[in-house]
T-cell receptor
Framework: GEDVEQSLFLSVREGDSSVINCTYTDSSSTYLYWYKQEPGAGLQLLTYIFSNMDMKQDQRLTVLLNKKDKHLSLRIADTQTGDSAIYFCAVPSPSGTYKYIFGTGTRLKVLA | ETGVTQSPTHLIKTRGQQVTLRCSSQSGHNTVSWYQQALGQGPQFIFQYYREEENGRGNFPPRFSGLQFPNYSSELNVNALELDDSALYLC????????????FGPGTRLTVL
């Protein structure tokens, strides 16, 4: 089946690094995504990684992909209070219906 | 470049009524996908439209239907509303293939009483 799992909550202190994890059962061989959702808002594309890469760095964001273990992580360096939000990983379905499978989201709380 | 827009922002309906939600895709995008996000959950795929044809459907009943217009804007229609239809409805547009990144709009919050 198609399933994506994330831990529900993460709390960090301002200036620390945050690591948000995601595991999935299967995906198509394309990109895997991280989206950010602030209260009452839509989804903002944060970053993505192609499935043949192990790591991608984009300013404060680092994405790691372990394709063998089907594990994706997002590291936010120097976490700020403005990073407080819900973070979703999104995995394109392998079933060919061009849909994304989302995790339940990780709520990141940054303490000042 | 204009991003994805959705209307209305909020909507309140009663059980049994019908609702139409609207989405304008990002400039240059010809594919629109609709997702339902219940409170505390991740978005669930409803269906996708590519060049005015349905291009894939999730596990939603037929009372969820859609349209895509020649300008690639789209509508989501829900008939016979149920209480469980209360959710944030998100529209996403993309360039058109299954490898293309989906860009999301701000969503429409539907409350069914």
């Amino acid at each position: 089946g198609e399933d994506v799992e994330q831990s529900l909550f993460l709390s960090v202190r301002e200036g620390d690094s945050s690591v948000i994890n995601c595991t999935y059962t299967d995906s198509s061989s394309t990109y895997l995504y991280w989206y950010k959702q602030e209260p009452g808002a839509g989804l903002q594309l944060l970053t993505y990684i192609f499935s043949n890469m192990d790591m991608k760095q984009d300013q404060r964001l680092t994405v790691l992909l372990n394709k063998k273990d089907k594990h994706l992580s997002l590291r936010i360096a120097d976490t700020q209070t403005g990073d407080s939000a819900i973070y979703f990983c999104a995995v394109p379905s392998p079933s060919g219906t061009y849909k994304y499978i989302f995790g339940t989201g990780t709520r990141l709380k940054v303490l000042a | 470049e204009t991003g994805v827009t959705q209307s209305p922002t909020h909507l309140i309906k009663t059980r049994g009524q019908q609702v139409t939600l609207r989405c304008s895709s990002q400039s240059g995008h010809n594919t629109v996908s609709w997702y339902q996000q219940a409170l505390g959950q991740g978005p669930q795929f409803i269906f996708q439209y590519y060049r005015e044809e349905e291009n894939g459907r999730g596990n939603f009943p037929p009372r969820f239907s859609g349209l895509q217009f020649p300008n690639y804007s789209s509508e989501l229609n829900v008939n016979a509303l149920e209480l469980d239809d209360s959710a944030l409805y998100l529209c996403a547009s993309s360039l058109g293939t299954n490898t293309d990144t989906q860009y999301f709009g701000p969503g429409t919050r539907l409350t069914v009483l």
